[in-house]
């Protein structure tokens, strides 16, 4: 047993000229209001016909009718949901050069004197008659062939009584609402074609009957609808891009205001001015969800530039989801992505990422997979999983949401990516990493040997890189060095003769490391009588005595301070020789 249509106004996008149009669709009994599956009947014929449909089931009729187009415009909330998705709709039938055909569903009001088990209403009347004037919305003879198409699914139809509610003439009624100059403005449209067909209420009356009426009628609409091309015009409006699964095959840093990519930015204007100059020479790619909706799978960037000068169509290719794996939508979109402009090494990464949590790829299939289309790899060698995992280690740090100078200045080519791939990711603690990008590598910019060199006499100085930069004494050699023409040679002189000149400056640093512990753990206003570790002299690398104080009532906690200060700080690897293997590791 199926859950009866949810109470909404659906909107279906469809690939023919159809658009379905159900205003009364509440299928819940209500007073003398009996229930019904129009609603159901109608998503399940749209989905038959690929077409278009716009179907009330929030709505009850009694509280507002919406075939009553006049009633509907004093109420800007629900024209917006009801009728405006109804011309949206329409002008992209039109877009694609194809004429509109709007079959307006309706239940009869369960008369028992009606045989028929459809009535076709057209805007008839009588011409001559003020009362009920005619006022046709389809040729007699379109309307005669689509009534021998249903009839032959073994439907009996008549026409409506011109005296009955069931003709669609009235100039409020939703049938005439591309008819009529006066009823709505920019609305008439004379090339719309419309029928209002009213069912018997038993045909509807169960869930299983109305879904099975409506793939009955199905091959008898399908006859008068017209598919689009594969490259189509279609509504921006009706492109998502707000969820990781619409963003699914992009690898452009999408609406992430925390990175700035000014190479996309200046991109994006200059596509902006071209199209509007020159038009959109290469359409989007787009796949159509099972919602109806699109998603992109190429052209993220025309669609921004699309959206920055107002367009409200665009040229696309269409491809429904199930046309082909999400494996071969990955290989399209890289192939695409990569035609006109090379992805940067974090869309990379981002790429990456998302083939593998799509498709379960680790990083040896993602090289041998996808590899060669990135152009990652040394010229004449395949690309190997640790480069594979490069890429997707500094793309981690973006997704964390951490160092965004870091990421920025990957992205516009102003930090290179080796360095931050192999130097700055492995860095787990994100206050260290931007500490040493922001102060060493940024405005010094040293060579390998040299930075290697740095983190080494950094290491010696502080338990954290962030905490050995801090120091007064660091600081103050930074000043100098970057006043010099080699800044990153004079400061690695000045760390080591105040670093490595004398056993005196040694001591210094096993001071300035026990400093930042007693800060860490202790607390900022904590002093030596709190915390302190003293090196023996005679036996510096074999013994070294703690001091620590304990106040009334705070025994466990400050035991718990201690070991978690020597856990995590071994004092015995804090000399020279050590702390230059623990870097290079």
Known sequence: MRHPASQTIHRILGSTN????????????????????????ALVLAAQLSSYAVVNTKYKRKIMDLSDVSAIRTRPKVKD??????????????????????????????????????LFGYGQGERSSTAMPHRPTIAPSLLSRIRVAVEDQHFSTALAPVDSPYCGRETHHLNQLFKQKNLAADWYDPEVRSILISIRPDLVSQQETAISIGRMLAPAFAQFGEAMSFVRNVDISNIDVSSSADLQYIFRLAGDNRYTDLLRESYIEELAGSIDR???????????KEDGRYKILCGFRRFQALKRINRTMV???????????????????????????????IEIGHFLESASSSLGLSNAELAEQFGDTLGIGKPGQKVSHSTIHKYRKVNQIRLRGESP???????????????????????????DRDALYLHIIKPLAPTRPQLMQLLVQLGQMAPQLSEAIDLKSVQGAL??????????????KLLRKDSLSSETDQSTAFANRVDGLRKRFFGERAGKKDFNIVASAEARQNEVTVHFRIRRGETLDTLKRLCQALEQNDPFSWSPEEQTNKTRE
């Not at 000043?479 to 690695?492: D, E, G, N, V």
């Open 18 to 41: 159809l658009l379905l149009v159900v205003a009364d669709g509440y299928n819940a009994s209500s007073g003398d209001q009996p229930g019904h599956f129009l609603a159901d009947m």
């Open 405 to 431: 100078e870091i990421i920025s200045d990957v992205v516009n080519e102003k930090l290179q990516f080796s360095i931050a791939a192999e130097v700055l990711a492995p860095i787990k603690n994100d206050k």
């Open 315 to 345: 040229e696309a290719k269409v491809y429904q989801e199930t046309d082909f794996s999400p494996e071969d939508f990955f290989n399209i979109s890289l192939a695409e992505n990569t035609k006109r402009r090379n992805l940067n090494p």
């Open 81 to 118: 949901a009801f009728l405006v998705p109804i011309k949206q709709f329409k002008d992209e039938i039109k877009s694609n050069g194809l004429p509109p055909l709007l079959l307006v569903f309706q239940c009869l009001a369960g008369d028992p004197a009606c045989e028929e088990m459809l």
């Open 278 to 288: 020159n038009g959109l020479l290469h359409p989007l790619v787009l796949l159509k």
């Open 479 to 492: 000043i100098k060095a970057i006043k010099s023409p080699q800044p990153a040679a004079t400061l690695l």
